[in-house]
DNA sequence: TCTGGGGTCCTAGGACCC
DNA sequence: TCTGGGGTCCTAGGACCC
């Protein structure tokens, strides 16, 4: 443990909402929330004006947009973001070569890697007063928090302490009462799960933790983890700051508007995925062995299927077809409302395999083309029928995956074949309320009405979205 | 009006080998 | 013929972080 509180925490205030506020003086001084803008986006990020409404990071933006109407909604710019985030670290490393970035908005700097030594609070505070100015010089005025103290978890901790824009320092030795009055959930790695663990052994508080033994604690939190949150509890953390963790995965997923059942569509988008990381890995000069297929069902459980090849590669038709092997082996029936592809066991070299390579030219892999737009459109309720589905043409089906629904769909001989019937049960997602438009509500509650065999869909009739089916 | 996308680390069971 | 542990690799899932 070293004597002086010489690991500073660096954190961006609001990162990119402040960025977005930077870039457009509109913005500054209201509510600006980014994120997800669709359907089922989430919220990365809320500028201050916009938390007092209650706005938070994770929420769904659904539920952002009701606590706050008024807020400007902004899908990320990363690329902006990486670049402002590359200046800001720049001053980070004038000040010491030992960065370590956590992500694009916060970073550890470890100041002893300077050449300072016996530093006092007066001296740190003063340097990471230095360093805001000029993190806000680089990047056009943001405002960074940073925290100080003897170890990671103290500097981590001490920066969300006066947000925004602010310095805490923990004065050496004074580590284990700054954080004995604290929640259990200021420790990093606790999350919901384990403070409710934690919670029914009657802690709460990080001075009911520091009681608690080692091998309770191993009881009830696993042994990895509980041995470390023993020693975290009393501040006892002498973890390095590391600038330069390796990668060890690299992966691409993507959550649907709606819920995917159609395999060929499906296929079409693992293959473009397993392009995207082929080319994300090869900018990396990286390589993998292990191809992992990721999938969640309508009712978020999530399942990856995994396949470990011989030797690394990077070939995009290698990996796009374990991908498509590993999808053929997922459950896709009830709709999936996400799919990802990933590969890992990553090496930072490339193996010229003959195995991988003579599989390569057996197969050759082909892109399909995903349809732009749909060319055609199909929408309606039909007797029976509690949820609403969409075809579009090419032969694509496109669920919502919600409900007790039997729906034919034979009407539609498409190039890519007739689309299919299918069929999807889900007794609890039954209950879920849904409000059909008026002219369907009648039918849809008249009991017992036989399904049409050959349903006459509303062509071209009044866009049914994906929110009113809901 | 539920629940993103990119990651890391850990656990547990089974296969396999010595 | 019966029965050891230990170590490593692979797979699947889960908790957690920003």
Redesign the pocket.
Known sequence: MRHDPSILHVDLDAFFAAVEQRDKPSLRGKPVVV??IG????V?TASYEARKYGVR??M?T??A??RCPHAAYLGPRFEVYRETSQAVMAQMRALSPLVEP?????AFVDLTASGLTGLTVEDVTAIANDLKAAIKEASGGLTASVGAGTSKLIA?IASDLDKPDGVVVVPPGTEAEFLAPMQVTV?????????QRLSMAGVRTVAELQQLGEDELIRQV????GSSLHRLAVAADDRAVVSD???????????FETDLLDRSLLTAISDRMAHRVSE?LQKAQLSG??VTVKTRMH??????????LAGPTDDPRVIARVARRLLDDSDVSGGI??L?V?V??LADWIQDDLFTESENEEVPLELVELPERPRERLSGYYPGQDVVHTTYGEGWVWGSGRGVVTVRFETAETPAGPVRSFAIEDPELRRLERRPPDDVAAKDSAPETPVPETPEPEISGPEISA?QA?
């Open positions: 994120g997800g359907l089922r986006g989430v990365s990071s994770a769904s659904a539920e947009r009701s956590l992500s694009l908005d916060e981590k420790i990093p790695g606790v999350g919901p799960a384990t403070a696993g042994s990895a983890h963790r390796e990668t060890k995965s690299v992966s691409v997923e993507d959550t994300r062995r292990t009712d978020f459980t999530t399942h990856t299927r995994s396949s470990t409302r996400l990802g990933g890992s066991s929110a809901d």
